[in-house]
């Protein structure tokens, strides 16, 4: 049967590196606390002529070089953001028109945090179907340009950042892997249950206010939900795939806080050296986040081909999802 392959993974970050001892000197907080809480040191910040668009352009044409590609190979993009360059057109558009792709179709997906879990089933069901042949999933997020810079509750959370996968249909099969479980997307397991909106959305919209908004967090809720919720979505995704939490080579979780990330690995005894951490570097990029964290492992010779890899991620809604892949 045809399965969804992943051919190549890239990145892009803003060119600006904000520490928390430089947060210090705008808001009221510490480098203690922010590492003692939240595990983050630093992220990127977007500056002038950098936006979702231009980051997810950079991380796309990483993905293509990886995989040996170019945009003409590519017959769908599949954006996951929630800090689109325009209410409308979709970033995915936009992405296209950057990388001077003309054919096929490209759209946006949004799931907040979750959006690159979302993205990646949503572009896994039209490959398995034989719709479409390769595909660019992007997670890409200017996160900056919704935080309420005077509040230290949720400003110092957050980073900008893309990533981007390269995946092709190709036939599978247990047997063509030797007995092994075939390569691509295994299985994926999405959930959402919008009661919760109000723990965690932005306070502005074009339909309700006519302004962009600020990112507003429950924070205690939202890390209460994380770690007990999110653990659902991974066992199913387990059953599905076949396997147990002991195949695993690289679980590569949502990097929001290194406590959550902690605390849901603990739950399925994946230890630590198994655990994908980019959180100190790149602090929440939301979307961005998992695709940053997978382009740096992958970058650094952790995740190898034939690798069982987890993703799973939390987001606004809320929205939440894990998928296993064979690298
Ligand atoms: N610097 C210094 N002090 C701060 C800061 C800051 N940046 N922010 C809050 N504080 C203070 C608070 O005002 C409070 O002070 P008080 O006791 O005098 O009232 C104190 O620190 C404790 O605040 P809490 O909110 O209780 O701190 P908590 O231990 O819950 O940590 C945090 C806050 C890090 C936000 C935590 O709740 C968390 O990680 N939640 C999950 C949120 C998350 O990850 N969101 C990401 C988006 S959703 C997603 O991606 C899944």
């Not at 595990?39 to 977007?46: E, F, L, M, V």
């Not at 198994?274 to 964290?293: E, F, M, W």
Request: aromatic residues 6%; contains cysteine.
């Amino acid at each position: 049967r045809l399965r969804a392959v992943v051919k190549g993974v890239g990145s892009a970050l803003p060119n600006r590196c904000v520490t928390n001892k430089e947060l210090e000197e705008t808001v009221d907080t510490s480098d203690e606390w922010i590492v003692q809480r939240t595990g983050i040191r630093q992220r990127y910040i977007a500056g002038e002529g950098e936006t979702t668009s231009t980051l997810g352009i950079r991380a796309a044409q990483a993905a293509l070089d990886r995989a040996g590609l170019t945009p003409d190979d590519i017959d769908l993009i599949v954006c996951a953001t929630s800090t689109p360059d325009y209410t409308f057109p979709s970033t995915a558009t936009m992405i296209q028109a950057g990388l001077g792709c003309t054919h096929g179709v490209a759209f946006d997906v949004q799931a907040v945090c979750a959006g690159f879990v979302f993205a990646v089933s949503t572009a896994e069901k039209f490959l398995v179907s034989g719709s479409h042949k390769r595909a660019l999933v992007i997670g890409a997020e200017t996160f900056s340009r919704i935080l309420d810079w005077q509040d230290r509750t949720t400003c110092v959370l957050f980073g900008d950042g893309a990533g981007a996968m390269v995946l092709e249909a190709e036939e599978q099969s247990v047997a063509a892997a030797g007995g092994n479980l075939p390569r691509g997307v295994l299985a994926t397991c999405l959930r959402s249950d919008g009661r919760h909106r109000a723990k965690l959305y932005v306070d502005g919209g074009p339909s309700t206010t006519k302004t962009v908004g600020f990112l507003r967090m429950e924070g205690k809720e939202v890390f209460r939900f994380a770690v007990g919720q999110v653990t659902d979505v991974m066992a199913e995704t387990f059953a599905s795939a076949g396997i147990t939490a002991e195949d695993l080579d690289w679980f590569v979780p949502h990097q929001a806080n290194r406590r959550i990330i902690d605390a849901s690995a603990q739950k399925f005894g994946i230890p630590t050296e198994k655990v994908v951490l980019t959180v100190q570097d790149h602090g929440n990029t939301s979307a961005a986040s998992i695709p940053l964290a997978l382009s740096v492992a992958c970058g650094d010779g952790r995740i190898k081909p034939g690798d069982l890899v987890m993703i799973e991620a939390i987001g606004g809604g809320f929205t939440w999802g894990a998928a296993v892949l064979r690298w």
